[in-house]
């Protein structure tokens, strides 16, 4: 009778140990994401579909314009902007008046999304150019297949931020830079926000090679039609601005050494409609 006692002791103290580890690694709670969602403006469009999801789960952000105004673009934590890949599938329609942004929830895509509609107050930019000029005169201008170039290679890491200490990489440029010649920039995904009452900032470090190595680290301030540190701020008829930064090299020109102006030329653009992602 005692062993039968015991045998039941034993086995009943097995079970009060073994259910909480069955408990702790047998039944895994999957994680939960929060996904927000936002508008640029309120007054020009609406977004849906923001909430609390499981890990895996589908989620499926729509969002609607009002008042005519068509959707440009989807932005992750206002920062970054989103493309078809294997992560985000866009879908918008034809006239641009709806669009949806499909993925998965993940601790990788959880957090901020905003849904950028058209307005005439656009605060969403993208570097889209840049270029060299020179104090050539016009006629003197170096030929675009040249290989006698002002500035015979170098690299232009610029750098947005919302304060003056917090900066964060827009694009890395490396190359041979000619004279008066524009570069289009393409894929890239950072954006800055633009806002006209809160200051941002733009830092560039610009290397080049002419007669030896040079590096310059310039930092200016957006935000207002002003100059800071040598670096003028220039708003086009476009919406876009540029941001233009004059400097001088040395060149050797028939065997005399010449001191020559080069300005280095951003051009930031508003993120506009597209329709490479439409569907009908």
């Known amino acids: 009778m005692k062993t039968k006692t015991r045998t039941k002791t034993i086995f009943l103290l097995l079970i009060i140990l073994l259910v909480p580890i069955l408990l702790l690694f047998g039944c895994d709670e999957l994680a939960t994401f929060r996904i927000d969602a936002y508008v640029n403006e309120n007054k020009n469009g609406t977004v849906y579909g923001y909430g609390t999801y499981t890990e895996g789960d589908t989620v499926t952000l729509t969002a609607n314009g009002l008042n005519g105004n068509r959707f440009i673009a989807w ?143 310039i930092t200016a301030t957006l935000g207002t039609n002003s100059s800071s540190n040598g670096v003028n701020l220039v708003f086009n008829q476009d919406n876009s601005f540029d941001v233009q930064y004059t400097f001088q090299i040395s060149t050797m020109e028939d065997e005399e050494e010449v001191v020559r102006d080069v300005t280095l030329v951003l051009t930031f653009s508003p993120l506009t409609y597209i329709t490479e992602t439409t569907v009908a």
């Open 75 to 217: 932005v992750y934590q206002n920062k970054t902007l989103i493309t078809n890949n294997s992560v985000y599938t866009i879908s918008t329609s034809e006239d641009g008046l709806s669009s949806t942004l499909t993925f998965s929830a993940s601790m990788a895509t959880a957090d901020r999304y905003t849904a950028v509609f058209e307005d005439n107050s656009q605060q969403y930019y993208t570097l889209s150019s840049y270029k060299f000029t020179t104090d050539l005169n016009a006629e003197d201008a170096l030929p675009e297949e040249t290989t006698d170039l002002l500035v015979s290679g170098g690299s232009i890491n610029v750098m947005i931020g919302e304060t003056i200490t917090n900066f964060r990489n827009l694009t890395l440029i490396e190359g041979d830079f000619r004279d008066r010649v524009r570069t289009d920039v393409s894929g890239i995904t950072e954006v800055l926000n633009l806002s006209y009452t809160t200051p941002y900032y733009i830092r560039f470090n610009f290397s080049y090679t002419n007669s030896q190595p040079v590096v310059r680290t």
